[in-house]
């Protein structure tokens, strides 16, 4: 009988074949090395990631290692695993892991990268859920306390994500900008508002000024968990009578991105301030504030005066 993997489909190792000879000394090496032996090293590598970057290299490492015990070496059997993944989402994550997985493989020893052949997964859109100025006012309104209302300032504001309001300290609040510790730990400073800034002197007040402090803690004085951050965005949300899916601070986040557009922002200053590497990204903001962008053009487009004019022009030549 044949044995089947995680992924629900037959172990692709010993469908491969007699593999072509190997190019190297270190390939033969790694060829035959198991892949539990190179995911020690990899995630070695890859140990300055976030935590929950980390943690999800491991769960798809673990999948690699139980389909393909020894390196694969061709493309197809990796793309039959990937095909056999209960969702696109999870297809994607695979591949994403897979392919900076054997990107580094290919460099650390020298050896094939199939994944250079395999395109990523199409991910279908979703549509972003973001709040109007009138609900924004609403959610901060509810908010019961100082903390509160500067996870919701913050959020609403600079677009800080939930996993970076544990990271914050005292020695990251400048005048005009704050420093955060963002996705693949690299570190950049976005702008804040002067009422941003106020709440975070506010708190600061409050809970001691030392530069080293953490602004976000749990009861144990631990980092806020970003499970912490995002009760405290739903709950302000059911307070101010928001419903649906999606209560969390990433709803803020869309809702900075769509209500900047909408009031006139650039994608090029947006992108900067949410930090997203590709622009294709904050692109989707401008297509989210179309309905905005109609009801400015119904009211400042110049044809309406160049009508009246010219209506003008017609009366008095007849």
Same mark, same amino acid.
């Given at each position: 009988m044949t044995k089947h993997s995680r992924l629900g489909v037959p172990n692709n190792h010993e469908r491969e074949g007699m593999a072509p000879s190997p190019t190297s000394l270190v390939e033969v090496g790694v060829l035959v090395m198991r892949i539990s032996k190179l995911t020690v090293k990899f995630l070695e590598a890859k140990a300055d990631l976030s935590p929950r970057t980390l943690e999800q290299y491991r769960w798809a490492m673990e999948v690699l290692e139980a389909e393909f015990p020894k390196m694969p070496k061709k493309p197809e059997p990796l793309r039959r695993a990937l095909n056999g993944a209960r969702t696109v989402w999870i297809r994607d994550a695979y591949w994403r892991v897979w392919t900076v997985?054997?990107?580094?493989?290919?460099?650390?020893?020298?050896? +094939? *990268?199939? @994944?250079?052949?395999?395109?990523?997964?199409? /991910?279908p859109d979703i549509e972003m859920r973001a709040l109007e100025p009138s609900q924004l006012a609403m959610v901060l309104a509810a908010a019961s306390d100082i903390r509160q209302t500067a996870i919701i300032a913050l959020a609403l504001d600079s677009g800080v994500r939930a996993s970076e309001f544990g990271h914050l300290k005292v020695l990251d609040i400048g005048t005009d900008t704050i420093g955060l510790w963002g996705k693949g730990n690299r570190q950049a400073r976005v702008p804040i508002s002067p009422e941003? +800034?106020?709440?975070?002197?506010? #708190? @600061?007040? &409050?809970? !001691?000024?030392?530069?080293?402090?953490? #602004?976000?803690? %749990? *009861?144990? !004085?631990?980092p806020m968990s970003r499970f912490a951050?995002?009760?405290?965005?739903?709950?302000? @949300?059911? &307070?101010?009578?928001?419903?649906?899916?999606?209560?969390?601070?990433?709803?803020?986040?869309?809702?900075?991105?769509? *209500?900047? /557009?909408?009031? %006139? %922002?650039?994608?090029?200053? #947006?992108? &900067?301030? @949410?930090r997203h590497r590709d622009i294709a990204t904050t692109q989707r903001y401008v297509n989210l504030a179309i309905h905005d962008v109609v009801e400015q053009h119904k009211q400042h487009s110049p044809l309406r005066d160049a009508i009246r004019g010219a209506q003008g022009v017609l009366i008095r030549s007849e």
């Open positions: 997985f054997f990107h580094w493989s290919s460099r650390q020893y020298g050896t +094939r *990268n199939p @994944m250079e052949l395999i395109q990523r997964p199409k /991910i941003t +800034r106020h709440l975070l002197q506010l #708190l @600061m007040d &409050r809970d !001691g000024s030392d530069q080293r402090s953490l #602004l976000f803690t %749990g *009861n144990d !004085g631990k951050v995002y009760r405290t965005v739903r709950r302000c @949300m059911e &307070r101010a009578g928001i419903q649906g899916p999606k209560l969390g601070p990433h709803t803020l986040r869309h809702s900075l991105g769509k *209500n900047y /557009i909408a009031h %006139g %922002g650039d994608a090029f200053s #947006l992108q &900067r301030i @949410m």
